[in-house]
């Protein structure tokens, strides 16, 4: 594993993945300052996801045929610049559009950056557990520099934002030289062999998965601030449980590559769901400052699959592993930022605890959608075949068991043919 580059990567991540943070973490300022009903603000969200759903399966696709480096220090510029410039264009029409921009180049640079961590990782799940590491590290950091900025003076100072961007584009320099020096990777018939069936049906259960998990993520990431707003009282009480949310996310992500090395990632994912559902319904259920422990529980339950679906994306359709990344880390924000408005209609009509009850079900529906699911053949896997043990495989519930191993032949029994030719001989 070429660690250095993940820790480089992960670096970038983060600095990107601010400003996917941003936008939600942006939403109670764009309301207080502007003015903003619940629909229109969460109508901000639906411009940097909608878009991103749209495009990052066409840069997976993209990634699939030919190696774009570039795509990282571009991307991650101008993800900065289009999140700096909404705080300070003034008009709604304006704001949508510099957001969308953002969103569009947070979509560029995450299939490409996934491939490359893929490959540097060398199918370790924790590495890549590291490298999701670095965008949930980032989104745990936006609120945290939104409520800087609101306290400097408000979105007047969103310009200070561009920070992250020059310190991600620095770090993609030495990736892209380390790049340059390595040899051409191998085409996808030797990377991904004939042998590694595509197997679209369970990418298609895969992907209902990620966005019921993506419609719970969004929709609390856009309003849990405001929620926690009305149930605790102090300034910081929604800065504080959007820094939860993502701080949560933050153990969930390396809990989950810890886990994925002891049992299956479908039957990691799995429990993880139920444990989102249970702790969805206590979060709703808790008074005040009890909705703190459960946005963590939330949150840890959530990320516990999250980079284990790319992974498992990337294995059930191998010959296209950037079109499925693509596919499954669009759909991770893409589809919430769809519902979401819909949830703040329903707040503007009932109230937000209202809104936000369907959320709970929505890990349930993951979990159906996971259930039976196989667990596909990783890269290297022969290789890890051959440092395994004859007799360690997988047992029930997708712990690995030990089997009994075929017993030997006597060596003091000659095979029937034998037996016969003696007593040929004999008579």
Known sequence: ????????????????????????????????????????????????????SVTQPAFGALS????????????????????????????YGPTLVFIALAGIAIA?????????????????????????LGG???????PLMVAAVAASGGLRFTPLLLAPAAIGVLTCVPVIRHLGRTSRPASRS???????????????????????????FVGLSTFVALYAQQKVTGSVAGSAAVFALYAGGAVGTLLGGRLAGRWDRIVVSRWSYIGAAASVGLLLLAPGGLIYPFIVLTAVGLYVPFSLQVTLAQDYLPR???????????????????????????????????ALLPLAAMPLLAWLALR????????GAARASSERSPGEQRGAGGHRTAR????????????PTDRAATSNEDS
């Open 372 to 379: 039976g699911l196989p667990e596909p053949e990783t890269p």
């Open 320 to 354: 296209n592993a950037g079109t499925a990344s693509g596919v499954t880390l669009g759909l991770a924000i893409s589809v919430g930022g769809v519902f979401t408005p819909l949830l703040g209609l329903l707040a503007d009509h009932t109230t937000l605890h209202t």
């Open 108 to 132: 560029a640079y995450h299939p490409v950056s996934t491939q490359l961590a893929r490959t540097a990782s060398a199918g370790s799940h924790r590495a890549m557990s590291w490298f999701s």
């Open 1 to 52: 594993m070429q660690r250095n580059i993940i820790i480089l990567l992960c670096i970038g991540h983060a600095c990107v993945d601010v400003y996917q943070g941003s936008v939600a973490a942006l939403v109670p300022l764009f309301i207080a300052e502007r003015h903003y009903e619940y629909a229109a603000a969460s109508g901000i969200v639906t411009a940097a996801s909608l878009l991103s």
């Open 404 to 415: 009994a191993l075929p017993r030997p032949v006597p060596t003091d029994c000659s095979l």
């Open 64 to 91: 699939d045929r030919r190696r774009m480096p570039w795509l990282l220090p571009v991307s991650t510029a101008i993800s900065g610049v289009g999140i700096a410039v909404s705080g300070i264009v003034g008009e």
């Open 136 to 142: 949930n590290l980032g989104f745990a950091a936006a």
């Open 190 to 216: 030797e990377t991904a062999p004939r042998t590694r069936r595509q197997d679209w049906r369970s990418f298609g259960r895969l992907t209902v998965a990620v966005a019921c998990r993506s419609i719970v």
